[in-house]
């Protein structure tokens, strides 16, 4: 199994709301990512999952929240969203935490704030 | 922090000849540089991709090469075909001891005439 899987594919939320995305690998990879790509743009990193751990926040709002409960998952979850949040939310895995291990990126989570 | 300036933003070419799309990085620790292609609504797919150990690397139609010296790299593509219409992204990655995410290029529309 080469894939990384996202769900939900889209989702729709009021600026009120609480709801989370999903991501998960089964390649036995020890590194997970999520990125924000905005239309038109290149995927934008924010939070970098090593061993399990967070070992990068790039300086992303407190209202995403990520959390990774073991090694082949890892969820962002959102509150408080603001209509400019509204992306393309990929995740990503890579075998190990070197830095030069290929990423593999799931479908993403297509996600629209009202 | 890694800066990816990729050229040119738009590229079209006939059917049949090739494609050269450039990237410059800043970052001289920087020593992973993949290749994405991006179509519609779907996610980045790895095309190719290039360590700092190496300064080419061929797969079928798709070449990649990197000069560390003046830190630029560049993707060949040649005899297009109308498949590869598409975006991509050039990226680099810095070894910080740790996982780290990638940095990527503005992206190049790749236009294939018929």
């Known amino acids: 199994d080469t894939e990384v899987t996202q769900t939900p594919k889209h989702l729709v939320m009021g600026m009120t709301n609480k709801k989370s995305l999903k991501c998960e690998q089964h390649m036995g990879h020890r590194a997970m990512y999520w990125y924000k790509q905005k239309a038109k743009k290149p995927p934008e990193l924010m939070f970098v999952y090593s061993y399990e751990k967070l070992s990068i926040n790039e300086s992303v709002p407190s209202r995403f929240s990520p959390e990774c409960p073991n090694s082949s998952l890892l969820n962002l979850h959102l509150h408080a969203l603001q209509p400019e949040d509204s992306a393309l939310y990929l995740c990503?895995?890579?075998?190990?935490?070197?830095?030069?291990?290929?990423?593999?990126f799931g479908p993403g989570t297509r996600l629209t704030v009202l | 922090g890694e800066n990816v300036e990729q050229h040119p933003s738009t590229l079209s070419v006939q059917e049949g000849d090739s494609a050269v799309i450039k990237c410059t990085y800043s970052?001289?620790?920087?020593?992973?540089f993949p290749w994405y292609k991006q179509e519609l609504g779907k996610r980045p797919q790895l095309i190719i991709d290039?360590?700092?150990?190496?300064g080419e690397k061929k797969d079928q139609r798709i070449a990649v090469t990197l000069n560390k010296t003046a830190k630029h790299f560049s993707l060949h593509i040649t005899e297009t075909q109308p498949e590869d219409s598409a975006v991509y992204f050039c990226a680099a990655s810095t070894t910080g001891g740790g996982a780290d995410g990638l940095t990527f290029g503005k992206g190049t529309h790749l236009i294939i005439q018929p």
């Open positions: 990503a895995s890579s075998r190990g935490s070197g830095g030069t291990d290929t990423q593999y």
């Open positions: 970052d001289s620790a920087s020593n992973y």
């Open positions: 290039i360590r700092s150990n190496v």
